[in-house]
């Protein structure tokens, strides 16, 4: 049997950033577990890679803030370079509940020092070439958003903790979790049993399964969401294959949200980059591309960026969205002694990894993380919450 202090289970970001929290603050004897080849493969590798400040819920925004900060000098910091663009985030308003809502919401974030602007929408159509503003009676544009690698921020956490001694084991499946009492002792894989005094349950969608094996119900659930690659217009590309020569998308990365739809879009090198929520979609582990999806976001899409009416498609992936009731994600101790949970993001964990790493590295070491750690209890689901409400 092998002996670590801290066993993690999920080799995505959020597992990748608790192992280099660790390692920074000496704990070394640390094992991380991904079942697939590579780590990454799961949610982290399948998303849109946007990282935002602009959230709901003040917690999310702090969130936000130190990670960002870290995006911003990760080579520095951590040893890797990777590809963050901070270009900004366009949200496009055009129900008047979602107008006051975000008010509020911006008066938050500025209250925090987050510069974010106001617009109607002849600035937004402007901040986005090529975009139909139709219908739109405001937006908000925060230029310290941006768009992000994922595959580079996990990697280049897992790196620098390898490097200070964190053992990562990959195609290693969890089988269960022992427990002791009030208290969890041991992790069993398809390769052997690791005791352990503290695990991490960092398994993303997968998270509520390794909860059920140590008896601690985590409610999250995973939910598919489709993205899509759209090929530039043959006629001019981006640059002047809209109307008249003009414009067909930005030129940047600005990431565009239609927050009434949930329809997004963003530049993504030669390609345009696309998706939307599907609300007919139910809960569930299937990966597989449902093309029926993209005939449900067409009209919308169309609407809003009218280069995407006739458009190519080069290729679509669908990924999973690990959903708690609140939106909100659960980071901390979970029900007993030595078992932790940071999972449960909702569709916004991989822009607060560097964070939520952070903070749950420090609570696992005994140490203050200087976080409110309230919104994120496992414990709050058994009253109401105030959730995440822009959840894209």
Known sequence: MTTADVVIIGGGCMGASTAYHLARLGITNVVLLER?????????????????????????????????????????????????????????????????????????????????????????ARRAPGLDAGGVVAATFCARDGICDPNGVTMGFAQAARRLGVEIRLETTVTGVRTSGDRVTAVETDRGVISAGAVVNAAGPWAASVGRMAGVPIPIEPLRRHI??????????????????????????????????SFYFHREGAHLLFGMGDPEERPGFD??????????????????????????????????????????????????????????????????????????????AGRDPHFDLTPYRLDRFAGATAGEANVV
């Open 36 to 124: 697939e080849t590579a780590l990454g493969t799961g949610s982290t590798g399948r998303n849109a890679g946007g990282v935002r400040h602009q959230f709901s819920h003040e917690g999310n925004v702090r969130l936000s803030m130190e990670s960002i900060r870290l995006f911003a000098h990760f080579e520095d910091a951590v040893g890797s370079p990777i590809d963050f663009h901070p270009d900004g985030y366009l949200f496009l308003l055009s129900a008047p509940r979602h107008v006051e809502a975000f008010r509020a919401a911006v008066a938050m974030q500025r209250r925090l020092g987050i510069e974010v602007e106001w617009l109607d929408a002849e600035e937004a």
């Open 228 to 261: 899509f690659l759209a090929q530039p217009p043959v006629n001019g590309g981006w640059e002047r294959g809209g109307p008249h020569g003009a414009p067909a998308a930005p030129a940047d990365r600005v990431m565009v949200i239609d927050f009434d739809s």
């Open 287 to 364: 990966t597989r591309v449902n093309w029926d999806v993209l005939e449900k976001i067409a009209s919308v899409a169309a609407r809003r960026l009218p280069a995407l009416a006739d458009l190519a498609i080069a290729s679509a992936w669908a990924g999973l969205y690990e959903m708690t009731p609140d939106a909100m994600p659960v980071i901390g101790p979970a029900g007993l002694d030595g078992l932790h949970v940071i999972a449960g993001f909702s569709g916004h964990g991989f822009q607060h990894a560097p964070a939520a790493g952070r903070i749950a590295a420090d609570v696992i």
